[in-house]
């Protein structure tokens, strides 16, 4: 939801791994900094930047994919490919999420990037050729 605060949980170590779960987090090392920082949902940030058809949209949140994925109106804004991290714990949600909206994983990417999903909208994908 937008207009609220989360808690982020910082390793000022490794300054790439900071999330809103602290499990998650913990799992680096113990966490130097826990922040206040405010929410906005994806809907409101494209809406706020005039964008009404994104062509690429990037979703990586550790573990937070799920959230954020309900304050986006896929359907709405229908992007082309969509690259979201999919770690084990919420892996199935996002499967859920993009199947319930009608996108499919691209397979073509699976062999470089093992940590992250690519979707596309079905309608987009050609059929194979001969």
């Not at 939801?1 to 791994?17: D, E, G, H, I, P």
């Amino acid at each position: 939801m937008s207009n609220q605060t989360a808690k982020l949980y910082v390793l000022k170590r490794l300054s790439v791994v900071s999330s809103s779960n602290r499990e998650f987090v913990s799992g680096f090392g113990k966490p130097d900094e826990v922040r206040d920082v405010p929410t906005i949902t994806l809907n409101d940030v494209l809406k706020a930047e005039g964008i009404s058809h994104p062509d690429f949209v990037s979703i990586d949140i550790e573990l937070h994919e799920p959230h954020a994925l309900k304050g986006f109106d896929i359907d709405r804004f229908k992007p082309s490919l969509v690259c979201i991290e999919g770690l084990p714990p919420v892996r199935q949600d996002i499967l859920n999420y993009f199947a319930r909206h009608g996108y499919v994983l691209v397979g073509k990417y699976v062999w470089v990037d093992l940590m992250n999903f690519y979707f596309a909208p079905l309608e987009t994908m050609s059929a194979p050729q001969k």
